[in-house]
């Protein structure tokens, strides 16, 4: 069996640390970003949503699967460990959302929180970048969409009711695995399955519009629990479901089949081979418009399963993409008549 990878070499670095004991642990350390925009524009035909907001870099939920590790390799880290705990923080993202928001060529388009890394992920809870980025949009009337596995999201209930009354706001609460050991196993920085259904409960009964995700499906992992995700959702009070296939694009693949073989080897053989039945024989295939839903018997399997379920539970009786023009610039305040 190869040795376990918690942290593959950098495909761009020169240089690379090997450990020949046991590796030591490794603290969060966070590290100021210095853009100066915030939003971020995809023109991805996958995705419903065409600006994002990302106040971190790396997420303190250690997700195996997470498709943005990758995406550290250009710090000059590593995807794996590296990702878990090297946070790179936007200190001044409400600042410069405003500032964006402020300039003309901006009409008041969705904003999701957050295409890439978890918004709300534990560094949220001392940092509170995404609620100062909410306050922003709630002032202004923007329109926004979150997606998180985090519980700290009811920390900001008073902010999306805001949103909710004078723009509009929908959330999303991702729950892959209902397992609580397999997900322990494969993210272990997450609230559990039950937890994150307690989550969506309370956002419910707040009066904010909230969905789930069963997001990413795991072949041979999380397909096998999705009609109880969905049932638990259901009956807590979500509206809305959706799901994407699991996606192991570059450094990914080493991290994912790194932690399954160690967390759970009896079971590994079978997940991975389930992948590849979903990704033509790979373990990832990148095409738009097969990334997310896979192909293949078995990917055509976790989609009638899905859909069936989705129709018997009654949720999707609305498009959660269409919103009303809500945006307004709030008038300027002269610094002098501020003195009055």
């Not at 915030?38 to 870099?57: H, M, Q, T, W």
């Not at 009409?107 to 949220?124: A, N, R």
């Not at 859909?307 to 809500?326: I, Y």
Request: charged share 25%; glycine share 6%; net charge positive.
């Amino acid at each position: 069996m190869p040795r376990p990878i918690a942290n593959p070499p950098n495909p761009w670095a020169s240089t690379e640390v090997e450990y020949l004991d046991e590796i030591p642990l490794a603290k969060v350390e966070l590290y100021e970003d210095h853009s100066q925009t915030i939003i971020a524009k995809n023109d991805s035909p996958d995705l419903g949503f065409s600006y994002s907001v990302n106040p971190y870099r790396g997420c303190n939920h250690a997700c195996a699967y997470c498709y943005a590790r990758p995406s550290h390799e250009y710090l000059s880290w590593g995807a794996g460990t590296d990702f878990d705990t090297k946070i790179v923080v936007k200190r001044e993202a409400a600042r410069l959302l405003r500032t964006q928001f402020e300039r003309p060529s901006w009409k008041g388009e969705l904003v999701m929180f957050s295409g890439v890394t978890d918004c709300y992920q534990p560094t949220e809870a001392s940092l509170r970048l995404t609620r100062s980025c909410l306050e922003v949009c709630a002032e202004f009337k923007n329109p926004v969409a979150i997606v998180t596995k985090a519980p700290l999201i009811e920390r900001d209930l008073d902010v999306l009711w805001k949103l909710h009354r004078d723009a509009s706001v929908h959330v999303a609460i991702s729950i892959p695995i209902w397992d609580p050991e397999l997900s322990r196993a494969i993210e272990p920085g997450v609230a559990t399955p039950k937890r994150r259904i307690q989550a969506i409960e309370r956002l419910a009964k707040a009066g904010i519009p909230v969905g789930v995700m069963v997001a990413p499906i795991i072949p041979g992992v999380s397909d096998e629990g999705m009609g109880k995700v969905l049932e638990a959702a259901r009956n807590a009070g979500a509206t809305t479901a959706g799901y994407v296939l699991l996606r192991l694009p570059g450094s990914v693949k080493d991290v994912f089949e790194s932690r399954i073989r160690a967390a759970l080897p009896l079971r590994a053989e079978k997940i991975l081979h389930r992948v590849r039945e979903t990704r033509g024989g790979k373990l990832y295939d990148p095409t738009f418009g097969v990334r997310g839903r896979g192909e293949g018997q078995y990917a055509d399997a976790i989609e009638q399963v899905f859909d069936s379920c989705v129709k018997r539970l009654g949720f999707n009786q609305q498009s959660q993409w269409e919103r009303p023009a809500t945006f307004r610039r709030p008038p300027r305040v002269e610094p002098q008549l501020a003195l009055f």
